[in-house]
């Protein structure tokens, strides 16, 4: 193979409560143990890995009133889990979801830059958002914002970040063994915008990347925009190739007007994936996890949330229900409906079901199944190589569906696939996240022309 092949980017996204996860087969371990994180953190890391992505949830999510059952486990804190996990890897990205709408600039911009330094320069900030006020009764604010207004905010406050991790110039921090060591010229950052106020001296030098890699996942316009301008990684769920290509060229083709080049974005989709002997063997076994994933109280509730209504006397392997939707909004709190339109939805699913016979349990793990790659380890890693040499993803984030294993046997059998293609790293060459993806440093700009003025 070819040097100029493009280079796959993996990440690990740690299966947590998200509904993928299979917490009943025997080898499902503790999703809030610290020996699950480090676990999966350190295969990663094995596997060359960029980064180890977590997700987070700031509610515990209720369907009809009650709590979700993934969501039972707990949800740890993202910084204090990061923090411990800088301590027992060496090259592996840290990635946390943290939310824009009811976290405070400088104490977010205090957190990602002492994760940064304490890991050595690789941090990155999933920035989120919420417009959730059943999420936002957990908050002082006792309320949430507007959608129109929650983007707004969310670029306020990294703007708000970025200038408190500028307000050390260079030169700021001076070490001297005989006179000490001493900070100077570090002044006060005023910020004001539509939702800040702040006058403050920010309390860390520069770190080594000089901002965390900012990720992002929003994939409405606005979302799309808010990426093109400020995020070095998008984390889609575009799990074809041709929506990937699609998505692809309309998120590179946005960067121009920011002054940014292809290069300074990578598109990474979440993606799931099953391995076998053979692709028989590897599909029979993609089929037994979505049972796994998609048990019949999942199906009724998956089908809930579309209707609107309580349907809890249905059969999950009997047909769709015959009595269209309900404006019941309420029903699922905590995370995004499934459906705008309920009843185009309902119609939808209805021809489906009808076309190929499905049941209602049948039905969901259908039109739930997300990207999965299954075969057998050659034919995985050939298919994630087809998706990022033809443009339609730089790379994956890879969603196990067991905790903490379930990346064990992708870093066994898949990786070294990957490597004998030319597309995957033999070593980390690099000892930042932005070194990893292959992303520039923010300052560099400033201090090439900082170069260029002492030279003159």
Same mark, same amino acid.
């Given at each position: 193979?070819?040097? #100029?092949?493009?280079?796959?980017? +993996?990440?690990?996204?740690?299966?947590?409560?998200?509904?993928?996860?299979?917490?009943?087969?025997?080898? #499902?371990?503790?999703?809030?143990?610290?020996?699950?994180?480090?676990?999966?953190?350190?295969?990663?890391?094995?596997?060359?890995?960029?980064?180890?992505?977590?997700?987070?949830?700031?509610?515990?999510?209720?369907?009809?009133?009650?709590?979700?059952?993934?969501?039972?486990?707990?949800?740890?804190?993202?910084?204090?889990?990061?923090?411990? /996990?800088? =301590?027992?890897?060496?090259?592996?990205?840290?990635?946390?979801?943290?939310?824009?709408?009811?976290?405070?600039?400088?104490? +977010?911009?205090?957190?990602?830059?002492?994760?940064?330094?304490? #890991?050595?320069?690789?941090?990155?900030?999933?920035?989120?958002?919420?417009?959730?006020?059943?999420?936002?009764?957990?908050?002082?604010?006792?309320?949430?914002?507007?959608?129109?207004?929650?983007?707004?905010? $969310?670029?306020?406050?990294?703007?708000? #970040?970025?200038?408190?991790?500028?307000?050390?110039?260079?030169?700021?921090?001076?070490?001297?063994?005989?006179?000490?060591?001493?900070?100077?010229?570090?002044?006060?950052?005023?910020?004001?915008?539509?939702?800040?106020?702040?006058?403050?001296?920010?309390?860390?030098?520069?770190?080594?990347?000089?901002?965390?890699?900012?990720?992002?996942? =929003?994939?409405?316009?606005?979302?799309?925009?808010?990426? !093109?301008?400020?995020?070095? !990684?998008?984390?889609?769920?575009?799990?074809?190739?041709?929506?990937?290509?699609?998505?692809?060229?309309?998120?590179?083709?946005?960067?121009?007007?920011? =002054?940014?080049?292809?290069?300074?974005?990578?598109?990474?989709?979440?993606?799931?994936?099953?391995?076998?002997?053979?692709?028989?063997?590897?599909?029979?076994?993609?089929?037994?996890?979505?049972?796994?994933?998609?048990?019949?109280?999942?199906?009724?509730?998956? +089908?809930?949330?579309?209707?609107?209504?309580?349907?809890?006397?249905?059969?999950?392997?009997?047909?769709?229900?015959?009595?269209?939707?309900?404006?019941?909004?309420?029903?699922?709190?905590?995370?995004?409906?499934?459906?705008?339109?309920?009843?185009?939805? !309902? $119609?939808?699913?209805?021809?489906?079901?009808? $076309?190929?016979?499905?049941?209602?349990?049948? /039905?969901?793990?259908?039109?739930?199944?997300?990207?999965?790659?299954?075969?057998?380890?050659?034919?995985?890693? $050939?298919?994630?190589?087809?998706?990022?040499?033809?443009?339609?993803?730089?790379?994956?984030?890879?969603?196990?569906? /067991?905790?903490?294993?379930?990346?064990?046997?992708?870093?066994?059998?898949?990786?070294?696939?990957?490597?004998?293609?030319?597309?995957?790293?033999?070593?980390?060459?690099?000892?930042?996240?932005?070194?990893?993806?292959?992303?520039?440093?923010?300052? +560099?700009?400033?201090?090439?022309?900082?170069?260029?003025?002492?030279?003159?």
């Amino acid at each position: 193979m070819t040097e #100029s092949r493009k280079q796959v980017h +993996l990440a690990a996204h740690f299966p947590g409560v998200n509904n993928t996860t299979v917490w009943a087969d025997p080898d #499902s371990r503790s999703q809030i143990e610290i020996d699950s994180f480090v676990h999966l953190a350190r295969t990663a890391e094995r596997g060359l890995f960029d980064f180890f992505f977590l997700a987070e949830g700031l509610r515990l999510r209720e369907h009809r009133d009650r709590i979700h059952d993934l969501d039972v486990v707990g949800r740890p804190d993202t910084f204090t889990v990061l923090n411990a /996990l800088a =301590g027992v890897t060496r090259h592996l990205g840290l990635a946390g979801t943290i939310n824009t709408t009811f976290n405070e600039p400088f104490e +977010l911009a205090k957190q990602f830059a002492s994760l940064d330094h304490l #890991s050595g320069g690789r941090a990155a900030w999933n920035a989120v958002t919420s417009s959730d006020a059943f999420t936002g009764e957990n908050f002082r604010r006792g309320g949430y914002l507007e959608h129109s207004r929650r983007y707004q905010r $969310a670029a306020e406050v990294v703007e708000a #970040s970025r200038a408190l991790w500028d307000s050390w110039p260079d030169g700021a921090l001076v070490v001297d063994r005989e006179a000490g060591i001493f900070a100077h010229d570090v002044a006060e950052t005023r910020i004001r915008s539509s939702q800040f106020e702040i006058d403050a001296t920010f309390v860390l030098p520069p770190s080594p990347q000089g901002y965390p890699v900012q990720l992002q996942a =929003g994939d409405s316009d606005e979302g799309r925009e808010f990426g !093109a301008a400020t995020a070095d !990684a998008i984390f889609t769920g575009h799990g074809t190739l041709e929506a990937g290509r699609e998505f692809y060229a309309d998120m590179k083709g946005r960067l121009a007007k920011y =002054g940014r080049g292809p290069e300074d974005l990578k598109i990474l989709p979440a993606a799931t994936f099953v391995l076998g002997d053979t692709e028989a063997d590897a599909q029979e076994r993609a089929r037994h996890i979505r049972l796994q994933q998609v048990g019949p109280q999942t199906a009724i509730a998956f +089908l809930e949330q579309v209707w609107g209504r309580d349907l809890s006397t249905y059969d999950p392997d009997g047909p769709l229900p015959e009595v269209e939707p309900a404006d019941n909004v309420e029903i699922t709190r905590g995370r995004v409906r499934h459906a705008k339109d309920p009843r185009a939805v !309902a $119609a939808a699913w209805r021809a489906k079901a009808e $076309a190929e016979r499905l049941s209602i349990r049948e /039905l969901i793990i259908e039109v739930t199944a997300r990207q999965q790659f299954v075969g057998t380890p050659a034919q995985v890693a $050939a298919r994630i190589d087809e998706y990022v040499q033809a443009d339609a993803a730089d790379g994956f984030i890879l969603v196990p569906h /067991l905790t903490p294993g379930g990346l064990d046997e992708f870093v066994d059998r898949v990786v070294p696939e990957l490597q004998e293609r030319g597309s995957f790293r033999t070593e980390y060459t690099g000892s930042t996240l932005r070194e990893h993806l292959g992303l520039r440093h923010p300052y +560099l700009s400033r201090h090439t022309v900082h170069e260029g003025a002492r030279a003159s």
